[in-house]
């Protein structure tokens, strides 16, 4: 997090609370460019949040003070910025459904525990699409008012461009052009009057004081009632059973119905479409995040997505004919490409970096936060000589010089023994991901030497991918 943007959310935080701020923690990184915070300060405790994009924050705001103030479970927004690019919210805690439902699930598998929470969670959902969606204002929406066919096709085009051509999957452009026309004028024929709160998903659903509540609902418009469900019933990585799944989307109906009339079955050939276009939107971010981007934690999800949607495909509701549209899908979901990414997720991953301590330090692409960063400032530093400055930690000069005149191998000896230990834990665990990474003045003599003679080591050690980078010197 930037220094000002920290000094800006401190700012805010202690002149609302009137306390000095006592603890400062930034917190992971999600799926969009917001920053979040967790601040403390002796009788408080509060989330700070960053964001450029003012429209965004004004929907999230505009829409946070309608629900709390209707009795839903989410967060009090207690101060906001005259440019309302920070706000200071209720601190809901850590726990998210997905965290729950893995902590659980890896003790005693998808159990009655799990369910019970899904339907707590469903109880609250037709509430907040009907009851407490009435009198919303939705012209604060971003960016548009309505999931209405312009949103679609940005959805379908961004799958589209973002997964397809990524994953080289090949299509007829005019011929698949012509489905989504077709496509989205079906959905719209749903009933589509209620508030959609377009991404709920686990992540997004918090367990606090024994209750439900809802976060990252700045993205809701008007839409079709089968949007929200289907997003839940289908969110990738929380690889609902396919039977749990027809149980929570019977419960689903049975509270809907408490609300309003619904026609099961009508309500039904509907939702197979809904989750087919959150299906492709959700490809479409993994595509966006993990190819384009090169997060590689996006792209855990996509063997979940293809078994989803094999599973939808070969149990589809939708009334018309999408040749296209379908060929593809099916072509997705074989793809042989797509299915060794899912393979190769499940090696441990090490990414082994250098850095500038003086531009701050480095991201963790993976997501999972953690890992080692090893501070290379008390060695011996070639930088400080003329005929080292325009070279790197990888230039032959450099390597001799720290060999010969500096504690370059006594430092890195202990490095070995702790990445070691990690390392065998993680391969012996199962785990996916680890950083290891090291800073210097620079980011261009020892760290850079370090990471190069870490990540020979690892390799010649270990089966495991190893990513190498040098920040300073590859951006």
């Known amino acids: 997090m930037d220094l000002t943007i920290k000094e800006e959310i401190i700012r805010l935080y202690e002149g609302h609370f009137k306390e000095e701020m006592t603890a400062f923690e930034v917190l992971p990184p999600s799926g969009s460019y917001r920053e979040y915070c967790r601040i403390k300060s002796a009788n408080h ?38 440019e309302k690019t920070c706000y200071i919210q209720e601190d809901l805690g850590d726990l998210t459904l997905f965290e729950y439902l893995s902590r659980t699930r890896e003790l005693e598998g998808f159990s009655e525990k799990i369910v019970n929470v899904y339907k707590k969670v469903l109880m609250e959902l037709p509430k907040l699409q009907i009851t407490a969606g009435k009198g919303i204002n939705y012209d604060f929406c971003y960016p548009r008012a309505a999931f209405d066919k312009q949103s679609m096709m940005w959805d379908l085009n961004y799958f589209k461009y973002y997964f397809l051509k990524l994953a080289k999957i090949p299509f007829d452009e005019q011929a ?82 408490k609300h309003i009339t619904v026609d099961r079955d009508e309500f039904k050939a509907y939702f197979t479409g809904y ?92 997501g999972n936060g953690g890992g080692f960063i090893f501070d290379c400032r008390a060695i011996h530093n070639p930088g400080r000589y003329e005929q080292y400055k325009q070279l790197t930690g990888k230039d032959q000069p450099v390597i001799d010089f720290l060999e010969a005149n500096s504690e370059i191998a006594e430092f890195l000896s202990h490095v070995y023994a702790l990445v070691d230990q990690s390392v065998q834990m993680y391969l012996s665990r199962g785990f996916t991901h680890l950083s290891v990474n090291f800073g210097c003045t ?29 920040r300073e010197q590859d951006f």
């Open 45 to 82: 405790q509060a989330i700070g949040a960053w964001n450029q994009d003012v429209k965004e924050n004004t929907a999230f705001l505009e829409f946070s003070d309608h629900f709390f103030r209707q009795g839903v479970a989410v967060p009090e927004i207690y101060t906001v910025n005259p």
């Open 442 to 470: 620079g980011g261009q003599h020892r760290s850079v030497y370090s990471a190069e003679q870490v990540a020979a080591h690892l390799q010649a050690k270990y089966d495991l991918n190893v990513i190498l980078t040098h």
């Open 275 to 366: 989750a087919l276009i959150r299906i492709m939107q959700a490809m479409g971010a993994y595509g966006f995040r993990g190819f384009y981007e090169k997060k590689e934690h996006f792209l855990k999800s996509i063997p979940f997505a293809l078994e989803n949607l094999s599973y939808l495909l070969k149990n589809n509701t939708i009334t018309i004919a999408l040749p296209e549209l379908f060929k593809v899908l099916e072509a997705v979901s074989e793809s042989e490409f797509l299915k060794k990414i899912g393979v190769q997720q499940g090696k441990l991953t090490v990414r082994v970096g250098s850095f500038s301590y003086k531009k701050g330090l480095p991201a963790d692409p993976s």
């Open 176 to 257: 698949l052009e012509d489905d989504f026309q077709h496509f989205s004028d079906y959905l719209l024929a749903a009933d589509n009057d209620f508030f959609l709160f377009r991404d709920f998903q686990s992540r997004n659903i918090m367990l606090h004081d024994n209750k439900v509540a809802f976060i990252d609902y700045q993205g809701g418009r008007k839409g079709a009632l089968q949007y929200d469900i289907a997003s839940l019933l289908y969110d990738a990585k929380a690889d609902i059973p396919q039977a749990i799944r027809n149980e929570l989307l019977e419960f689903y109906l049975d509270e809907l119905e």
